[in-house]
Nanobody
Framework: QLQFVESGGGLVQPGGSLRLSCAAS????????IGWFRQAPGKEREGVSC????????YYADSVKGRFTISRDNAKKMAYLQMNNLKVEDTAVYYC?????WGQGTQVAVSS
């Protein structure tokens, strides 16, 4: 099972920014696509963004397009999700997924 840990969540006001990190260890990150998902209270887990392994192609859910940016640094075995102009509806636990493995999640709360 792939090992990695998310961090960077927190409480922020609407319009604020956060950067989530996904730190991998024990395997070569280069070979894998990386996805960010989120699950809000009472809702199903949904895909937010993903980045390819080879060409670095990216995908964003319509709800975050233009506000979130996914990136990766294979040398550092890190993946990031830069979240700008956060909205109340972005409140959720955010998860990193690599292959079939999930991280433990990091809580993002957007509230005034």
């Amino acid at each position: 099972q792939l090992q990695f840990v998310e961090s960077g969540g927190g409480l922020v006001q609407p319009g604020g920014s956060l950067r989530l990190s996904c730190a991998a260890s024990g395997f070569t990150l280069d070979y894998y696509a990386i996805g960010w998902f989120r699950q809000a209270p009472g809702k199903e887990r949904e895909g937010v963004s993903c980045i390819g392994s080879s060409d670095g192609s990216t995908y964003y859910a319509d709800s975050v397009k233009g506000r979130f940016t996914i990136s990766r640094d294979n040398a550092k075995k890190m993946a990031y999700l830069q979240m700008n102009n956060l909205k109340v509806e972005d409140t959720a636990v955010y998860y990193c997924k690599i292959f079939s493995s999930w991280g433990q999640g990091t809580q993002v709360a957007v509230s005034s």
